[in-house]
């Protein structure tokens, strides 16, 4: 737990004093701190990532811990409250001149995640995933497109299976 949470701290800090890091740089920061933040929840979720043939992970360059709070948001809010299996699964494609992000997960949904956090009247307000998004947006140069997209999901029975994000990130290398 002590070495991987120093992993992940130094990286955090190698990559905080740069605008752009490469996507491989972001991903393995992402696998430590899933696997960190696996054991504080004290959970053991399936983990996949898929990345297109046409993706060079080692050239694109993206904004540091753009992924992050997406990924946390999925683990604490859906996937901590879920019984049963847990899945998370990232998935990084080309359309375009674009990369596309996607992180999904087979938790509770974003209704009954919202219902949880409104019980808990202690919780903070979180921030990250609007200035993510702000982050993002500048990111692109692109003010009028949206960025990141949220997409509930749901079973044919109408009960929630998860919540899908998918962010759009202009290709730079």
Not at 25 to 33: G, I, R, S
Not at 76 to 101: A, P, Q, R, Y
Not at 124 to 146: E, G, P, Y
Request: aromatic share 8%.
């Amino acid at each position: 737990y002590i070495a991987t949470f120093s992993r992940l701290l130094r990286q955090v800090l190698e990559n905080s004093e740069k605008n752009m890091i490469t996507l491989e740089k972001e991903l393995q920061t992402l696998e430590l701190y899933i696997s960190l933040d696996a054991l504080r929840l004290n959970m053991l979720p399936e983990y996949r990532l898929q990345i297109a043939e046409d993706v060079l992970t080692a050239t694109e360059k993206i904004p540091p811990l753009i992924l992050q709070p997406f990924v946390e948001n999925a683990l604490w809010h859906g996937l901590s409250k879920k019984e049963g299996d847990k899945k998370i699964d990232i998935g990084i494609t080309v359309k375009n001149d674009w990369l596309v992000c996607t992180i999904q997960d087979n938790g509770i949904g974003r209704a009954k995640a919202t219902a949880f956090k409104t019980l808990n009247t202690l919780q903070h307000q979180s921030k990250a995933i609007d200035i993510t998004t702000r982050r993002l947006a500048d990111f692109n140069n692109d003010k009028k497109n949206v960025s990141v997209i949220f997409e509930d999901l749901f079973l044919t029975d109408g009960s929630a299976a998860g919540t899908k994000v998918t962010l759009y990130i202009k290709r730079k290398f």
